[in-house]
């Protein structure tokens, strides 16, 4: 619910929308920058102002929702409702439609610097890089982005999660594109995300368990010869179809990290902060410590190769504040750092696990829950 600019001029509407129609307002008013309040009055006068007949929508289900609007147009919206016999909810249902209908996504230009590629880092294990990946690919693919989610750990998590499984480690992979024993296009290995949420935009490139030879054969390889950018190269034809990639990294610090690292640097004439790396961490110690250890191999990179890598911020993850003085404090401290900042705060609740162990993606899986919404504001933030 919004609360009202003036609550002199306006007036609580209540009512019932089906859910999918109430996700897709809230949504789609998010991305194109209007208040819900704002989207439901521009549709009310769109639809008293409609010269022609609306489609009957199917209110079966339907929840409570509720907004405010100008108290004169609400009292001629319901004398409206009335004089053409439509139920008050068909006609708010309508209007809203009305109003997705005429502000659709926007359309995104591709960059002349490719697609803007984010890193899900960090050395430390069970820290959520694979969740992170998985939902802001989700809320970017919500937004109209096309997205490419990179399975680049070898394990497999993200790829399992999502219901696919490895790629057979005889057959083509990403790890044979990066060391130059490519069996075919690297297009043929990208699978679709299902889910209506996602129009057919959110991909993923699954795993394979070869990655776990992968920092051996960079090393030996005499087709590599700068062994920290064989990721980029292997990418470069899928980002002319993507907007985003994003890598869910494993917990390395070897040449997988370095790859991935100066995958996602600034790129000659590309604006600061369109890519980089986000940290996902956990409120207590270990995660400090481990970030240490990364924070360090993200400067000795940066100063070895010249190259500009952005923190784009930490998501404190798996958070509870009822498990005392620790976690409160360890939130605290990773605020406290300020450059990276904290981003984003995930709760620690119960739809993400349910969404890996149904192998469903949370925004489809658990479209209205508190988890989904916090990646669709991740994604929103890294979009900009």
Request: aromatic content about 6%; charged content about 25%.
């Amino acid at each position: 619910m919004t609360a009202p600019n003036t609550s002199e001029d306006r007036d609580k509407v209540v009512t019932k929308l089906p859910p999918q129609l109430r996700r897709e307002l809230k949504i789609r008013a998010a991305t194109v920058g209007v208040d819900i309040q704002d989207a439901v009055t521009q549709g009310i006068e769109s639809w008293s102002s409609s010269l022609k007949p609306l489609g009957f929508i199917d209110t079966s289900g339907s929840e409570s929702f509720s907004t405010y609007v100008p108290r004169s147009l609400l009292a001629a919206f319901r004398g409206d409702c009335s004089e053409l016999k439509i139920p008050y909810n068909q006609g708010i249902a309508q209007s809203i439609r009305l109003w997705l209908d005429t502000h659709p996504l926007p359309r995104h230009e591709r960059r002349a610097t490719g697609a803007r590629r984010i890193a899900m880092g960090n050395q430390k294990g069970g820290v959520g890089k694979t969740a992170m990946t998985a939902g802001v690919g989700q809320g970017l693919a919500e937004q109209g982005f096309r997205v490419c989610m990179v399975d680049f750990d070898p394990q497999g998590h993200l790829t399992k999660q999502l219901g696919h499984q490895h790629l057979p480690i005889k057959g083509d992979s990403l790890v044979k594109h990066m060391v130059g024993d490519r069996q075919g296009d690297l297009h043929d290995l990208i699978v679709e995300i299902g889910g209506e949420a996602f129009g057919g935009r959110l991909f993923l490139l699954p795993a394979c368990t070869d990655g776990f030879l992968l920092d051996a054969k960079l090393v030996t390889s005499r087709e590599v010869r700068i062994k920290e950018t064989a990721l980029e190269k292997a990418l470069a034809e899928l980002e002319k179809e993507f907007d985003f990639i994003l890598v869910d990294c494993p917990p390395s610090l070897g040449y997988s990290m370095d790859n991935a690292l100066y995958y996602v640097r600034t790129r000659d004439g590309e604006e600061q902060k369109s890519s980089g790396i986000v940290i996902p961490v956990q409120a207590e110690d270990s995660s400090a410590d481990a970030y240490e250890l990364l924070r360090e191999q993200i400067d000795a990179l940066c100063d070895d190769l010249d190259v500009d890598i952005c923190d784009l911020g930490f998501i404190v993850n798996l958070y509870d504040a009822r498990k005392g003085y620790v976690i409160t404090s360890s939130l605290d401290a990773w605020k406290a750092i300020e450059d990276p900042e904290v981003i984003a705060i995930v709760h620690e609740l119960k739809d993400q696990r349910e969404a890996v162990r149904n192998k469903t993606p949370l925004l489809a899986y658990a479209p209205d829950s508190e988890q989904a919404d916090v990646m669709r504001a991740i994604a929103r933030r890294i979009a900009g």
